[in-house]
């Protein structure tokens, strides 16, 4: 029996790396959740119950740090020694720095449009290029960590994907409030 200590790889009896197959954690979560749940042991008491409840919990907690990419990353990271500390570390390269000013402005600029039509176009090109470069970041990050094995160096990646995807989050509230 796993523990409910084993990193969420061992709990999903995965390979520990970034790149893994969606639909097999998908089917795996579902198998677990199947030996997990609660209602199999409503005939063997309070305590038994408790305890699948503890693993139905846990499951998902694994499930969803290894379904999203960012916290995948983050999580391999951690597990070899190589704290992400993002609340505390927001130091970046100055040329991710100047990439976030530019988008920063150029957001302040699709928001000081006065057509509609206008801004909402401004903001999905500005939107596919801050996606365009989630999609190099992450790449690179996926790349460190699982051809390089250098966690110390994929930590900057996540941490620049914190920062891509929040300004993303920021881009896609504006284009929702023009609809």
């Avoid at 309070?46 to 305890?51: C, E, G, H, L, N």
Wanted: charged share 20%.
């Amino acid at each position: 029996m796993i523990s409910l200590q084993a990193s969420d790889f061992e709990l999903f009896g995965l390979p520990v790396a970034f790149a893994l197959e969606r639909s097999q954690l998908d089917l795996q979560w579902k198998s677990l959740q199947r030996e997990a749940h609660p209602d199999r042991f409503a005939s063997q008491g309070a305590a038994s119950q408790r305890v699948a409840m503890q693993w139905s919990v846990r499951i998902n907690e694994a499930y969803n740090r290894l379904k999203d990419p960012l916290k995948r990353a983050a999580y391999l990271c951690e597990l070899h020694g190589a704290a992400v500390n993002a609340e505390n570390n927001t130091s970046m390269p100055p040329a991710f720095l100047m990439q976030q000013m530019e988008w920063r402005e150029a957001l302040d600029d699709c928001k000081a449009l006065k057509n509609l039509d206008t801004k909402i176009t401004a903001l999905e090109a500005l939107l596919d290029e801050v996606d365009a470069s989630h999609a190099q970041v992450l790449a690179q990050a996926a790349h460190l960590m699982d051809a390089d094995h250098n966690f110390s160096a994929a930590v900057g990646q996540v941490r620049a994907l914190m920062f891509i995807e929040k300004f993303a989050q920021e881009v896609q509230h504006g284009l929702d409030a023009c609809t």
